[in-house]
């Protein structure tokens, strides 16, 4: 039986999804749990409080009952570099070694401190203007390093490192099988990261430094809210204008008003190249899509059907986890990297 594991490691949630595959395309959930990511672990976390993290791994697999050892990880948006660049038609072994040369103008670290890939996501038969796009993605060693050290210390073998937009892109695939243009939005804690794809690739990414954490924050500061106050209004009254006067929506509008603005002017710079597609879909990941009330505002201000992500689509599961339904949006990271 071959089991695929998927670790996602949030900023305030860690989420484990073990799949059983059958076949190519056939899948049955095994476990699927979360627990809240020790605080300060990723990016300046001391070597001392590495051996803590892992311990904390350890206990999560443990107490999810996870089978599997070799595990698939996602590296936060925010610090790695993706692109859809084009390039003209080249073999994979010249361009493996063009964009060694190309790829200097699209990350802002010397290229022997990252390590780099690539996806060809369409041969320039198949695009509009003759070019061949690609999908180029690079990560600082160190954080690479300092992942596979701490889960290496958890007994967990790394088979796997990417994305969490490529991850989430992947478990939501089933949603976007008949449609022309769909932008998924992962509303994170810390960033709100969007990839537009077209016939189900992808033809544009982008990271924005704003997420649930910024809501949050609005309530403190113009609401007086205390911070474990602002969380709960935010999970039970978000963003329905019916509640509390609408106040709790006035309050954070200004960052729901960026985020918006930030997927208007992607889709402006997409639409720019591809004029005749029209946007079909606009689908809600993270565990920010879990706000009362998100899919009428998301739909009311870009105008669009809008969805919540459901990765469980073609994954069957036993009764034990209808519990997951409701946990969606929160596990399309961790299912996607068990679908590799």
């Not at 059983?20 to 990723?42: F, R």
């Not at 509008?253 to 402006?268: G, N």
């Not at 689908?283 to 899509?289: D, E, K, N, R």
């Amino acid at each position: 039986m071959q089991t695929l594991l998927g670790l996602d490691i949030g900023s305030h949630t860690m989420k484990i999804v073990e799949l059983k595959k059958q076949g190519n395309t056939a899948y049955t959930l095994l476990t699927a749990a979360s627990a809240p990511t020790p605080p300060k672990v990723i990016g300046t976390t001391p070597e001392f409080e590495i051996e803590s993290f892992a311990q904390s791994i350890q206990k999560f697999i443990k107490d999810a009952k996870v089978k599997s050892r070799s595990v698939h990880i996602a590296l936060p948006e925010s610090q790695v570099f993706t692109r859809v660049i084009e390039v003209p038609q080249l073999s994979r072994q010249e361009l493996a070694s063009s964009l060694k040369w190309e790829a200097e103008q699209y990350i802002p670290l010397p290229l022997d401190q990252v390590n780099m890939d690539f996806a060809i996501l369409r041969e320039a038969k198949d695009t509009m203007n003759n070019m061949m796009q690609v999908l180029l993605v690079a990560a600082p060693k160190t954080l690479i390093d300092k992942y596979v050290s701490f889960l290496e210390l958890a007994g967990l073998a790394v088979v796997s490192v990417e994305t969490e937009i490529i991850s989430a892109t992947r478990a939501i695939l089933p949603m976007v099988s008949n449609t022309k243009t769909a932008i998924l939005v992962s509303l994170g804690a810390q960033t709100t990261d969007l990839a537009i794809l077209r016939d189900g690739v992808i033809a544009f990414t982008r990271s924005i430094s704003a997420g649930g954490e910024a809501l949050s924050r609005a309530l403190v500061q113009i609401l007086g809210f205390k911070q474990h106050q602002a969380e709960e209004f935010k999970r039970t009254y978000g963003l329905n204008k019916q509640h509390l006067e609408g106040r709790i929506v006035e309050a954070v509008k200004p960052i729901m008003d960026t985020i918006i603005s930030e997927i208007k002017r992607s889709l402006v710079f997409y639409q720019e190249k591809y004029k005749t597609d029209q946007l079909d879909l606009l689908i809600l990941s993270g565990g920010t899509a879990k706000l009362p009330g998100i899919v009428a505002y998301m739909k009311e201000y870009v105008g669009v059907d809008v969805q919540i992500a459901n990765p469980w689509i073609g994954i069957q599961r036993n009764q034990q986890f209808a519990f997951l339904d409701a946990e969606a949006p929160m596990f399309t990271v961790a299912a996607g990297l068990a679908r590799l």
